[in-house]
């Protein structure tokens, strides 16, 4: 198997586990030398810590695996285009490729609203390829808010509908 | 004493630590409702972690004091212009109000290279303000590379002069 399909389908599996635990269904892992150092789901919720996203939880564990603050030669793979927040993370880490499966049209910062990974004035530019697994990962997310607004219209829910 | 002084002064205590420690020396604190609710400095090589900016783990802390990854009505002080990452989280997070003392022109994100705290693409934006004992800051920021070049340069740690 295509070894980029293989670590696109690892960082599914990732957004799988957040989609059973009710988190927005993102996932990301760290390869280095052939070997995943960093995997994880977003946990915003559970964790309820806005910086929880799966990109950035999977940084933090490849540098500890790595015992260094930079990432040189890693590349992440992740369900959904990066945010600001995780793209100005991946600057800061060296991460040298970023292969993601589905733009994300309202934040999106490597390229639909702004582009962090590749910035003119920054000093480290991330190699970025994108599309691959992008229906399967976009399929989990529409089905996420789906689900979601269900349960918030059931009644059960109703004080939160405007949250 | 004026109250931003007051907060933007424990920023720079926080800053003052880091420097201790060799770090570059940028601090940061959360305000919620008169409160300190979030402290911290940058510690990027203590942790060994590229997302541990001061804005990140003073994000973090005020998240888990408050329970809620949304930190409404809060407001973040820190020695430094934010760059995309923390930029980045400051949106996640709603944060109201950003004061912050000096520019960084190579990668701040809240006017410098880029506008993050305020896109008209996202769905949040947070009021800024800046200036507030920038000097103070600035000094730390200089003092601390004057220091970390002659350290370097000085034959005991030649092996990271390329570092």
New interface residues.
């Given amino acids: 198997m295509n070894r980029d399909v293989f670590y696109m389908g690892e960082a599914l599996k990732e957004a799988k586990r957040a989609f059973t635990k009710d988190e927005v269904p993102v996932g990301a892992v760290i390869v280095h030398r052939g070997t995943i150092i960093g995997r994880a789901y977003n946990q ?2 559970t ?6 996203h799966a990109e ?1 939880i999977a ?2 564990q490849a ?2 695996h790595l ?5 040189i030669g890693c590349s992440l793979y992740v369900t959904i285009e990066p ?7 991946m ?4 991460i040298k490729d970023l292969v993601y499966a589905a733009d994300d049209l ?2 999106g ?1 490597c390229g639909s ?2 582009n ?1 990974v590749n ?1 003119n ?3 480290h530019k991330v190699k970025v390829r994108k599309g691959l697994l992008r229906q399967e990962a976009s399929l989990l997310i529409e089905e996420f808010f789906k689900r979601r607004r269900r349960t918030r219209y059931s009644g059960r829910n109703l004080d939160q509908v405007s949250g």
Same sequence: chains 1, 2.
């Fill in positions: 915003i919720e964790l309820r810590d806005p910086t929880a950035m940084i933090t540098a500890a015992r260094n603050e930079r990432l945010c600001s927040m995780c793209a100005g993370a600057v800061l880490a060296r309202k934040t910062a609203i702004v962090i910035h004035k920054l000093n």
